[in-house]
Nanobody, 129 residues
Framework: QVQVVESGGGLVQAGGSLRLSCAASGRTSRSNVMGWFRQAPGKDREFVVSINLSDGRTYYGDSVKGRITTSRDNAKNTVYLQMNALGPEDTAVYYC??????????????????????WGQGTQVTVSS
């Protein structure tokens, strides 16, 4: 079993930045991909970015590409999401998820929530206009 905990959310003015963290614990030896999704009220869960823990390659959602950077610390089983130039459209609950190796073979599927095995409870990001 893997536990996933997000942190770093909060209230920020438009144009500001936030740095989110996602820490995984427990049976993390088979963790292959960690991803971020977000969900605004009344909307579907949207893919933000994912990172392959083995080679560090990142895969971006269209709505955030160019405004985010992602890094990882494998020793701490933690990934970081730096979000810049935030706008009201970025207001959502941000969820971190972990995918194990048997379900994350193809990077073309990394945007699909169904391939992730473990999810955090989310951290709220609110951008004021």
């Amino acid at each position: 079993q893997v536990q996933v905990v997000e942190s770093g959310g909060g209230l920020v003015q438009a144009g500001g930045s936030l740095r989110l963290s996602c820490a995984a614990s427990g049976r993390t030896s088979r963790s292959n991909v960690m991803g971020w999704f977000r969900q605004a009220p009344g909307k579907d869960r949207e893919f933000v970015v994912s990172i392959n823990l083995s080679d560090g390659r990142t895969y971006y959602g269209d709505s955030v590409k160019g405004r985010i950077t992602t890094s990882r610390d494998n020793a701490k089983n933690t990934v970081y999401l730096q979000m810049n130039a935030l706008g009201p459209e970025d207001t959502a609950v941000y969820y971190c998820a972990v995918g194990t190796s048997s379900r994350t073979i193809f990077s073309a599927t990394y945007h699909l929530p169904a391939i992730y095995d473990y999810w955090g409870q989310g951290t709220q990001v609110t951008v004021s206009s």
